[in-house]
Every structure is written in C-alpha cells, then in structure tokens.
C-alpha cells in the first residue's frame, strides 16, 4: 500500500495544541512541518503581534490566506494553523482543497490554563484577557465544529493523541481527491 502524501491541516483554538501534535504527527509521517504563525513571522521578518499593532489583523489574515495558497509545499507537509486560520470566509473550503482538515480541539478551561501565563498571542494582549479569550472562543466554536473532525486533546496522553490523528489522517488521506 502506498502510503499517501497529502498535507494535513490542524486548526482550531489558541492552546489546543496544533504545533505540538503537528511535530509529531510530521516526525512519525517523515513529513516536513510548518507552523503558520512562524513562517509568517520568519517572511515578515517580525513577530505576529508586532504585524497584529502595526497593520492589523486584516493584513495578517491576508498574510495567512498568501501562505495557505502559495507559500508552503503542496504535498507532505503537516501545517498547524494560527487559530484563527478558519475564520475568514473561504479559508475552510481552501484549506480542503489543499489537503486533510483535522481540528485540535480542549475545552476552554484546558485553553484558559494553557494562554493565560504566555505572552506572544495578541489577541489576548488585552486588559481582561480571559473575558476575551471566552468571547473569541464563543464566537468561533461553530466554526471549528464546522471544519470535520475533531480531535480532543486535553487529559489525553500526547502519544495517544498523535496515534489518533495518524489513524484519522491515513484514512481520510487514503480518500482524497485533489
């Protein structure tokens, strides 16, 4: 059986751990790994929040949609998205036509412990940050529950999730059409 090639996409919620199950997923598919945010930062040649307070989170989203068209590999690449990569009209559609859509998913008491000591996410570099963190999460949860499957990452091993997430991967990837 060939095994399949097909990028994967992790989105979902700040803290739900995308990056970290995506390097893992990648290591074990010998897939080369992306983290958006990063690859934005390292084109940009500054950090998201720097892009987030000089030209708005409008030109990043336009920053997003150029890397998720043009500015990654086509095959073999397991992408862990910023987590509001979803949320512009038509990035889910693009982002399913490019390869396997997978949405990390934690109740947001697990995303609360896990943002609220960090300071590079910012959209919480705000006054209150966990009053917005609870408006951004109501405001995208239907969203994430729209994008497919949905993987749980809290109180669960890593190993275990990452099995999960291959399993998942291997069939829907053996089921793709470009």
């Known amino acids: 059986m060939t095994l399949p090639d097909t990028n994967l996409y992790l989105v979902g919620f700040m803290g739900t751990g995308k990056s970290t199950v995506g390097r893992q997923v990648a290591k074990q598919l010998g897939f080369q790994f992306l983290d958006s945010d990063h690859e934005i930062e390292r084109l940009q040649g500054k950090p998201v929040s720097a892009i987030f307070a000089n030209e708005g989170e409008a030109a990043f989203r ?5 890397f998720i068209e043009r500015g990654h590999p086509a095959n ?24 396997i859509v997978m949405c990390m998913h934690a109740p947001i ?15 919480l570099q705000v006054e209150e940050p966990e009053k917005r963190l609870r408006e951004l999460y109501a405001q995208r949860e239907e969203i994430y529950r729209r994008t497919g499957t949905m993987v749980l990452t809290d109180r ?9 997430v291959l399993r998942l991967y291997r069939f829907e990837a053996a089921h793709f059409k470009k």
């Open 76 to 99: 073999r690449c397991v992408v862990a998205g910023g987590g509001g990569l979803v949320v512009p009209p038509g990035m889910l559609e693009l982002l399913r036509a490019r390869g």
């Open 109 to 123: 008491e697990t995303i609360l412990q896990r943002t609220m000591h960090t300071n590079h996410r910012p959209l």
């Open 62 to 66: 336009a920053m997003e949609r150029e």
């Open 156 to 164: 669960r091993p890593l190993r275990e999730i990452v099995g999960h």
